[in-house]
């Protein structure tokens, strides 16, 4: 069982910058995919980032791609997902989820644990 605390959304102008923390407690994150998704009202649940546990490797949404760095650090059982160039596009509930599966999973269906989120909302 893992469960995933999500920190760091707030409010900012655009162009500003954020970054979000993950902090799991339970055994064996070191062995889950991590991976971070966005939810604004009305719309799915999108995928933004994933990062492997094997490598390290990473994955990237179109839209975020070059403004998104998502990290992991083992030690901690902390995910980040450092946020830069911010649009108000990309105002929405962040979660975070973690996988017991090697590479780095897209989909909602491959993750097993979801956090509460985190609101991040980009003014214009």
């Known amino acids: 069982q893992v469960q995933l605390v999500e920190s760091g959304g707030g409010l900012v102008q655009a162009g500003g910058s954020l970054r979000l923390s993950c902090v799991a407690s339970?055994?064996?994150?070191?062995?889950?995919?991590m991976g971070w998704f966005r939810q604004a009202p009305g719309k799915a649940r999108d995928f933004v980032a994933a990062?492997?546990?094997?490598?390290?490797?990473?994955y990237y949404a179109n839209s975020v791609k070059d403004r998104f760095t998502i990290s992991r650090d083992d030690a901690k059982n902390t995910v980040y997902l450092h946020m830069n160039s911010l649009k108000p596009e990309d105002t929405a509930v962040y979660y975070c989820?973690?996988?017991?599966?090697?590479?780095?999973?897209?989909?909602?269906?491959?993750?097993?644990?979801w956090g509460q989120g985190t609101q991040v909302t980009v003014s214009s």
């Open positions: 989820a973690a996988a017991r599966v090697v590479g780095m999973p897209r989909s909602t269906s491959l993750y097993d644990y």
């Open positions: 990062i492997s546990w094997t490598d390290s490797s990473t």
């Open positions: 339970g055994r064996g994150f070191s062995s889950y995919a």
